[in-house]
């Protein structure tokens, strides 16, 4: 691990954070005085608890210190700073280091997002993601992805926007690829599947896809495993196996292309770039069709669900990735 991570397990922060979320929540209306008095509701215990407690075991209670401390980064990796959408370290009046927390998506940006439902990533305008507008705001590439682009810059750890919109990566001319999928058409995008209701019915915080039922069940009846069977052999090795299996193959594939065209080569997205070494390690210079292969694979890679946010552009992309390069198909693969 490159980058000092630090997790901040400080209660009194957090209910600090807590209270500031409930004082920032607008007063209940009162109803008009002719109308009846509203029946009171179903109460719904909220265990804040057990809430507080799923935020704290998750990634967004997590700090890339190397980030947090730093202009321009702090606007994603502090969440004070992207609640009031800052982006200088000066601005902040803070002494210590604030992660994703209760604030950044329950006050200023983030709840403004959560309401709206729309948000434009550096990839496509107004995307309709309802209350997971705010979660794109962050995970997202940072930049549109330029083939010339002599620095070589490498999709931000955060790829998972461009992949779930397929408005990302580095396209082949003359394909037509499906954007489109069943998957970015669902209420909600992201919270529908990684904040899925625990038993009792309030929003779970982990942030993990750990109900399969609950997020993929509507429409995959009786499915237990998310690395559900593949509809077709897409890296070609004869086997249609698990789809999550058959989008690693075929990063395996391109990646051993991509070494091929270098001579043995290699290459490793850090620092905001995409850096190639040739087999003795020295730093290389690649053509357009290596650095395309290689910015889809690192996207794709770093998306973290192996082509599950949007299958059929992720199989395209890497399949049309490998066919620039290396002039022909994925050998005995189905074509998408
Ligand atoms: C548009 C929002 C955004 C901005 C701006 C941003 N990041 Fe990130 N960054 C993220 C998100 C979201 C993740 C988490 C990705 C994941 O885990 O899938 C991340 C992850 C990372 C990681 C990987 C951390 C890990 O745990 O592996 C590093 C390193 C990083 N960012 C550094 C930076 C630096 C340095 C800057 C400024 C030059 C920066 N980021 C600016 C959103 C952003
Ligand atoms: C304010 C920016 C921000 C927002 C909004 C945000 N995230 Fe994150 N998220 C991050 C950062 C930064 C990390 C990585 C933390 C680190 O390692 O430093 C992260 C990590 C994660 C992880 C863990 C990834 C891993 O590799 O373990 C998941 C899952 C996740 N976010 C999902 C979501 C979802 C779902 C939403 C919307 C409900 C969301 N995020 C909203 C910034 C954000
Ligand atoms: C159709 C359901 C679904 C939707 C919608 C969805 N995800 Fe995911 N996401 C998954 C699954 C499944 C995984 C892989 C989990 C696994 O392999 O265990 C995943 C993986 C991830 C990871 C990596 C987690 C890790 O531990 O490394 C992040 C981060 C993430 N998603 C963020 C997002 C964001 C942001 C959005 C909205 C743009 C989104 N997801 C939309 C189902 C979904
Ligand atoms: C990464 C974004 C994010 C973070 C961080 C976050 N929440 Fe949430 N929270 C959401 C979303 C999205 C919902 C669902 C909102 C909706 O459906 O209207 C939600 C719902 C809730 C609810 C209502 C639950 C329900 O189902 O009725 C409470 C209470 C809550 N959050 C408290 C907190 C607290 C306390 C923290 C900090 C420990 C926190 N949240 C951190 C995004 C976040
Ligand atoms: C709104 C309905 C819906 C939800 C929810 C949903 N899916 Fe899908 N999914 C589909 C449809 C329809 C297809 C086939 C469409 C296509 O191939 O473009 C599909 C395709 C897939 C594929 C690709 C299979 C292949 O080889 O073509 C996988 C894998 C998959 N879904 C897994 C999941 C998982 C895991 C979840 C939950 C995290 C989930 N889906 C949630 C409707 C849904």
């Known amino acids: 691990m490159l980058h000092k991570k630090v997790k901040p397990v400080i ?33 719904q215990e909220i ?19 190397y980030a947090a401390e730093r202009d321009g980064c702090v606007a994603c990796h502090d969440g004070g700073a992207f609640a009031q959408q800052l982006t200088e370290v000066a601005q902040l009046e803070r002494d210590f280091h604030v992660a ?22 550096p990839t496509q305008e107004n995307v309709e993601a309802g209350t997971g507008a705010q979660c794109l705001a ?14 070589r810059a490498a999709p931000h750890p955060s790829s998972q926007a461009g992949v ?8 082949a001319a ?6 489109e999928s069943p998957h970015n058409q669902i209420d909600n995008s992201c919270v529908s599947c990684h904040m899925t209701p625990v038993d009792a019915g309030w929003a779970s915080h982990t942030f993990a896809v750990d109900n399969t039922e609950a997020a993929c069940g509507d429409c995959h009846r009786g499915i237990t495993d998310v690395n559900l069977a593949a509809g077709a ?10 789809f999550q299996d058959e989008v690693a193959g075929l990063l395996s594939l391109l990646e051993e292309a991509i070494s091929k065209e270098i001579n043995g080569g290699s290459f490793e997205a850090g620092g905001g770039v995409i850096k190639f070494t040739n087999g003795a390690g020295n730093e290389i210079q690649v053509p357009n069709e290596v650095y395309q292969a290689a910015y889809n694979h690192t996207l794709v890679a770093q998306d973290g669900s ?10 395209q992309l890497l399949q049309q990735s490998y066919r620039e390069l290396t002039g022909k198909d994925v050998p005995d693969a189905d074509i998408q």
């Open 47 to 65: 265990d804040i608890t057990e809430l507080v407690t799923q935020w704290v075991e998750s990634g967004h209670s997590s700090i890339t210190l």
């Open 164 to 171: 779930f919109t397929g408005t990302g990566g580095i396209r």
């Open 233 to 242: 052999d897409y890296d070609g090795d004869g086997d249609a196996k698990g």
């Open 138 to 151: 962050c995970h997202n590439e940072r930049r549109a992805p330029d083939i010339n682009d002599e620095r």
């Open 306 to 315: 192996l082509g599950l946010h949007n299958p059929i552009f992720v199989v």
């Open 11 to 43: 209660l009194s922060l957090i209910l600090f954070l807590f209270s500031l979320l409930t004082v920032g929540c607008p007063p209940a209306q009162e109803p008009a005085p002719q109308e009846p008095a509203p029946q009171p509701q179903e109460a």
């Open 174 to 179: 003359n394909f037509d690829y499906q954007e």
């Open 100 to 121: 994703t927390d209760c604030r950044a998506c329950h006050t200023g940006r983030g709840n403004e997002l959560l309401q709206a439902g729309t948000v434009s990533i």
